[in-house]
């Protein structure tokens, strides 16, 4: 009884947003434990979304692999709960993530939603080392491909899902600030994605309707920083409106790597909203 009471309490004193993140491919939520508890602790309400082209535990999902479009509509389900309840949303997104985020917003931020009478709704993107494309592009616009002579990173299987052909290729660049075997044990907890997820065409803009923050990870292997930097280029000449940029010297999941750093980002985002 009194662990419920103290529970209410910290839900009507929450000190901002509630946050939704929006993992990178192959990312199952538990990637990302450390920041969500990190964050809690603080008082907020955050969650991890298991987005539908992201498999599962036992493998890829069954009938057609979901495509970017139905990670949206996921998403913005959430997003729209929460609103309806009165809450603003601080969307967090992470790799992939980046592009459904985006996609999702279509009215469902703050100001659309005040103008409909309607309390709640997105109030900013905070991406993280995110894929963020121009409208009229996939996320595979900005994923690369691997130098040539290289092995592929990721390997499209005829069940229409990718997966991971070589843990040590996969640790040396998803997970490359970590000890080689420290990265494979990671690498072994990736499941399977839908490729078709990464070919669906942003057709919104979402980074032109709310605040964007972004953290980029200097030492990415996966996502180059140059990369980053030309997305958040793209994204203030496209919106009229300055990125709030922050860096951190991180590979591809600053998450496992520097979950300090990730918490120390998410709360003074956050606080811009409280």
């Not at 969650?47 to 599962?56: F, Q």
């Not at 495509?67 to 609103?83: E, K």
């Not at 919106?239 to 990730?262: E, L, M, W, Y």
Request: proline share 7%.
């Amino acid at each position: 009884m009194i662990h419920d009471l103290c529970a209410g309490i910290l839900q009507v004193n929450m000190p901002g947003p509630s946050m939704l993140i929006v993992p990178a491919a192959s990312a199952l939520p538990l990637l990302y434990d450390t920041v969500v508890q990190g964050v809690a602790r603080r008082g907020y309400d955050i969650k991890v979304l298991h987005i539908p082209s992201l498999g599962l535990e036992t493998g890829a999902r069954a009938g057609e692999p979901p495509t970017m479009y139905d990670d949206a509509a996921f998403i913005a389900s959430h997003v729209a709960a929460l609103a309806d309840s009165g809450h603003d949303v601080l969307l967090i997104t992470h790799s992939y993530g980046g592009t459904p985020a985006t996609e999702s917003i279509r009215g469902l931020s703050k100001s659309e939603r005040l103008k409909q009478g309607k309390s709640g709704g997105v109030v900013g993107l905070a991406y993280m080392t995110s894929l963020v494309p121009e409208v009229g592009h996939p996320a595979s616009t900005s994923a690369g491909t691997a130098p040539k002579g290289q092995q592929p990173l990721m390997l499209v299987g005829e069940d229409g899902w990718f997966y991971y052909p070589s843990l040590t290729r996969t640790a040396e660049v998803v997970f490359s600030d970590l000890p080689l075997e420290e990265g494979k044990d990671w690498a072994r907890k990736l499941v399977k994605h839908s490729a078709a997820s990464f070919a669906s065409k942003l057709t919104y803009g979402g980074y032109n309707d709310v605040p964007v923050s972004y953290l980029v990870a200097a030492n990415d292997q996966s996502l180059s920083p140059a990369t980053q930097e030309f997305q958040i280029e793209m994204i203030e000449r496209v919106s009229g409106n300055k990125v709030d940029v922050s860096r951190i010297n991180a590979g591809h999941v600053p998450p496992i790597t520097h979950p300090q750093d990730v918490i120390d980002w998410i709360l003074r985002v956050a606080r811009k909203f409280a």
